[in-house]
């Protein structure tokens, strides 16, 4: 079989006519058109942050992806594996003696092997390098992984007899009898033998390969007949075939051909079907009783079927398939790898994502689950999940994606749900611990009540605490004591009695925790609703129409705000008019120069609208800048989104915080062709204060009676000269009278 590039040359000579001295590239490449059409379609990885559940779907999603009846364990993206991957491709797993499981995933440039015993923890164990390719492909017989790419290297024996001591051991390379490029690779643990599909020898037909020595794979015979793109192989134990090896090959434009393998030297045909509307047969897989065999067509869809198509062969008969229905998930997306676990089939389909099916009636399919991995798109093309693997027997499922790397998912929704009834600090006094408490509810699972702890996060490195209960069906653990203008990250972490971890914020602490800091208020140091003006300058000079405009929204048109951010009636809009929305640009709103002279914690915040309808527009840019506007940097750049979003920005992050510091918002339509909506609102500018000495209620410098007095009037309400809420959590009540007693008797240093 020819590299990729050779393969994708190969067809555009065919097609100009111009393969005079190629016949055999020709065929070869004719076979092999759905691969480059995979060659011709650009893939782009898209950057992440990974993410840890377990997550049910919140709204129809997890994480920004459509989601139902699934959590999601883990997602590790292409940009969190070795080597500087561009594009996954196929993933399967293994168990060993142990019962501890493991993920094989394929990327440009070799295989990365991973500890998902814990779902939600997954830990990469090694990588086994090889040649570039879009495509690569792992199998395991035994406690031996073997792999192949179309990148060359022969077949790629990977020892897994140590993964439990967190050691694999890439063994050899082995290439023999001319043998270097695959384009798949199968396996039949019951016989022991691996098949090599659309190799570069054999015609590209199915080579079977004995592991009798597990680390010298060797080639024992071939049916050459035709091409074979993938194949399943099993050994029956009764019936008409009992003792015979048969072979089920996806044969692309052919359909199924069945081919009995039980003599590895003479390999002969014993039927075949092409089901109607054959473009591409891809992949297989037989139902566990192995009467049924679920089929994907890589090209029908856009030409046979308007939907994704999988169709039903009756294989009751091996020499006789015929079909008898077919189903799909109502997706437009071509379908790709599928297998069966018991009445299940899970199919990774490119650009729907995961689609799980009851098979139980399989002439009636039901689809129950599903995890769209490629959110942004619906369509027919070659982008998103490759493949799955769902054989393990925690029930933890792989799904592999070209751009965006591995997913971990089990079925169902089961989770325990964090919740915080008292609220939680959002600043503490300095000297003084601030308790927090959590309730922590089964929703389908069941907690272990000794796994609940606080970690906490600061400048000194992690603290871990354990929380203990507090008879009202909660949980406590106490932030330390910090000074003053220290910050706190911190999150809430457990475990349901079937060991999974679970952790509250979302995907804390990769993506950050709760976030709290010792102060004692809050200096205001800009604050603008609209409602006049405070010197705000916008240029609108490169629009022809929808400039910025301080008005009140209207909601005109699909995309345009029907009120402002913070219900005060004003904002800042593209469009003094209703419905009229932005076309040229770009279009700049600049705030007045703020002084954040010594300031070093100072956050700006900001709501924003921007939304587009059509073609879409740059993404609206909000930057800032210390020297007045001479120079900007970018903050954060913003798609288009429905609704308001807030946003809290540390300027020190970003530029020093000099007394020239401006805030600058972009939006643009240069060509026109969209309708595009921006909005600005509810500006703040804000900074921590901090009075080391709480004690010192009055404020005097002074430690005396007068301090207990004046905090004992506020506790009681006849005053108002602080904040008597001293642990901060929302409520004034004797918690916080006894923290004074503690501070007032420990006094000031």
Known sequence: MHSPNKAFFSVLLCAAGLAISLPAA???????????????????????????????????EIAGFPASNVTLMAWLPLTEFPNNQHSGNDCWGYTSPSGREYAFYGMQSGFSVLDVTDPTSPAQLGFVPGNNSVWRDIKVIGQYAYGVSEGGLGIQVIDLRQADSGVVTHVRNKMQNGHTSTHNIASNPDSGYLYLCG??????????????????????????????????????????????????????????????????????????????GTHYCHQAWLSEDRRYLFTNDEMDEGTSFAVTTTHVLDVSNPAAPYEVTTFTSGSASTDHNLYVVGDKAFEANYMSGLRVFDVSNPLDAQQIAYLDTSPDLDQVGYHGAWSNYPFFASGTILVSDIERGLFILRLGEDRLDFSFPDGLPEQIIPGAPAQVRAVIDGNGATLEPDSVELVVLTAGGQSVSAMSPDGAGGFVADLPAGVCLEEYDFHFRAKDTAGRSYVEPFNAPVSGGFQTRVATGTEVIFADDFQSDQGWLADNSQATSGGWARVQPTGGNAVEPSDDADGSGLAFVTGANPGESLHGGPVTLTSPAFDFTGRELAEVHFSLWYDVEGIPAPQMEVELSDDNGATWTLVEAFPRESGWRARDVRVADFVQPTSQVRLRFTASNVLGVATVEAGVDDIRVTSPLCDACTADYNGDGELTTQDFLAYLNDFTGSTNIGNPDLNGDGAVNTQDFLLFLNLYAAGCD
């Open 26 to 60: 020709c065929a070869m490449a004719q076979m092999q058109n759905s691969d480059w059409r995979k060659l011709a379609d650009p893939i782009d990885l898209v950057p992440a942050e990974p993410v840890f559940g377990p997550l049910t779907p919140q709204e129809g």
């Open 199 to 276: 190799a570069n020898i054999a015609n590209g037909g199915l080579v079977a390969v004995s592991t009798d020595d597990p680390e010298n794979p060797t080639i024992v015979g071939a049916w050459t007949g035709r091409y074979v793109h993938d194949a399943q192989i099993v050994t029956y134990d009764s019936g008409p075939y009992a003792g015979r090896e048969i072979a089920y090959c996806c044969v692309a434009g052919s359909g199924v051909n069945v081919i009995d393998v039980t003599d590895k030297s003479n390999m002969f045909r014993i039927g075949s079907f092409a089901y109607p």
